[in-house]
């Protein structure tokens, strides 16, 4: 039996290793683009004229989305401009861009203390637009800018890594509140450093706590430019959400408006997120709601991240 011993010269050899190449500078050109892409889109004309998403419920209990102008906070609005953004534990807290087709609009979240250094919750209605799009339209360009001040980011912005945008299967295809939430990691703003580290630690995740707690809640209201904050107690369950499969979502004592969804929860001085601003219910003033944390919906969401 005769052998073919291939040489260095072989055109199958040649087109493999044209191929292989070709495929690594591709997948080296589309990291790089991936936050340049992100960071040359925002402008701050567009992050100016970004619109508040927000989640309702209708007073039949359905959950409807919208993106747009919201009306001036009301008199029951119960939050108060933040003094210090930049300091911790307020630093973990910022606003995130996000664009909904060929509209700008914007939600909050939160800088966590994960072992990746990476990564940002917030609301799923704020990564995925849920089942009305049958789970399939995530938004694009994500920026979060943590303690975003009157348009200063005093630690730079840090572009989502894309297919590195999580939400739970039970938001995506079911619109489940119990699982309002949405999960991303960065890559590092330009000075090279993640997030975690740039905003002097980041929030740990809690789990399974008590309901029965005083939170600080944060988030970007719309018409407001400046982080805000509320402190407030539990307000009681959402009732309507014991039909849905999940821990039932709480409330907290805020009137928050559109524009803070997916704002943290934070317990312990701040250094710990016990939940998140997810919706409200017309009708319904001086509570706000949000998916109670365990391990079941974040915990899962989360892990290895």
Known sequence: MSRHHASATDPALLALALAVALLLLFAAEAAAAGPREALRYWTPQRMAS????????????????????????????????????????YSFNGRLFIRVGNRQGYCSGTAIDSPTRRLVLTAGHCVNAGAEEH???????????????????????????PGKVFAPRQWRFHDNRDFDLGAFLTYPN??????????????????????????????YPHRFEWMQTCTGGYAGDD?????????????????????ASGGGWLVEGGTQIDGLTSYGILGRLGVTYGPYFSRENVGKLVAGL
């Open 239 to 259: 009732r309507s959400s014991y039909r849905d499969p999940g821990p039932p979502t709480l409330g907290v004592g805020c009137q928050w408006v559109p524009g």
């Open 190 to 219: 330009k000075r090279g450093e993640l997030l975690a580290d740039a905003v002097g630690g980041g929030a740990a995740i809690a789990l399974d706590r008590p309901r029965q707690e005083e939170f600080a809640t944060f988030g």
């Open 135 to 161: 789970g399939n339209r995530w938004y694009r360009d994500l920026l979060f800018v943590p303690a975003y001040n009157g348009g200063e980011m005093p630690f730079g912005a840090f572009p989502a890594r």
């Open 50 to 89: 970004a619109r508040p998403l927000d989640l309702v419920l209708d007073r039949g209990g359905e959950p409807r989305l919208r993106l747009g102008r919201a009306p001036q906070p009301a008199a029951t609005a119960s939050f108060a401009g933040v003094p210090e953004p930049a300091a911790p534990p």
